[in-house]
C-alpha cells in the first residue's frame, strides 16, 4: 500500500482489512455509530440501521479495499471503497450478486467508514479519505459517489464531495434514516443528473 495519507497521531497505524479484523470492526461499528451519529439520529435510527445500513461488507475486505487504523491494543477505525455496485449497507442483507463497475464510465463507492468516538476528530478520517481516493485514482475511475450520513456531510464536503440528493433509507418498523448522496469528479467532469 504506497498511498501518501494526511498525518494520524503517531501510535496510529492504518493497513488492510483482513477477514481476521471481522469481530473486531463488528464490534467497533455500534460503538461508532452510537458515539458519532447521535447528533443527527435519534437511538431508534441508528438501532434500525445496524445491519442493513451500518455494517460490515465482507466483498471489500476480499476485493483488498477495505483498511483498519489500529492504536497500540484496539482496532481505532474501519473504512474503505469499492469498485462494486453497492453504495452502502453490509453483504448480510445483500440479495444477489454485485457486480464490478466500470472505471471507464462509473463511478467507484466510498463506503464503510466507522471510528471509534474516542478517536474522533484526529485525522483518522481525513487519512482513510486520502488513502481511498488515492487508490480509487490507481483503479482508473474518474468520479466517487457516496452516500453520507448527516454526521459525515462536513467530512466530505470539506473534501471536495457536493451534494446531489437527499433521501431516506426504509428501516424495518417503519423508521427511516435521512442521507444524503454526494459525488467527487477526479477529472473535471459534471457531476450526473439526479
Known amino acids: 500500500m504506497n498511498h501518501p495519507t494526511p498525518a494520524v497521531p503517531s501510535e496510529v497505524s492504518l493497513r488492510r482489512a483482513t477477514l481476521e ?8 461499528i455500534p460503538i461508532s455509530c452510537h458515539g458519532l451519529q447521535s447528533q443527527c439520529y435519534t437511538r431508534e435510527q441508528i438501532d434500525a440501521a445496524l445491519g442493513p445500513v451500518f455494517a460490515v461488507d465482507r466483498q471489500l475486505i ?27 449497507g453490509g453483504d448480510a442483507t445483500r440479495q444477489g450478486s454485485d457486480p464490478l463497475l466500470d472505471p471507464s464510465c462509473e463511478a467507484a463507492r466510498i463506503r464503510a467508514f466507522f471510528i471509534h468516538p474516542g478517536w474522533a476528530r484526529r485525522g483518522i478520517g481525513r487519512a ?67
Open 128 to 194: 482513510f479519505l486520502a488513502l481511498c481516493e488515492s487508490a480509487i485514482r490507481e483503479a482508473g475511475f474518474r468520479r466517487i459517489d457516496l452516500v453520507a450520513t448527516l454526521a459525515g456531510e462536513p467530512l466530505y464536503a470539506t473534501h471536495g464531495f457536493t451534494p446531489l440528493s437527499r433521501f431516506s433509507i426504509p428501516l424495518a418498523g417503519g423508521v427511516a434514516l435521512p442521507v444524503v448522496s454526494m459525488f467527487k469528479p477526479l477529472t473535471g467532469e459534471a457531476p450526473p443528473a439526479s
Open 21 to 28: 479484523d471481522l469481530p473486531a470492526i463488528q464490534e467497533l
Open 62 to 88: 476480499l476485493d483488498q479495499t477495505y483498511y483498519v487504523a489500529e492504536a497500540p491494543g484496539e482496532l481505532v477505525g474501519s473504512a474503505g471503497w469499492s469498485r462494486r455496485r453497492s453504495l452502502f
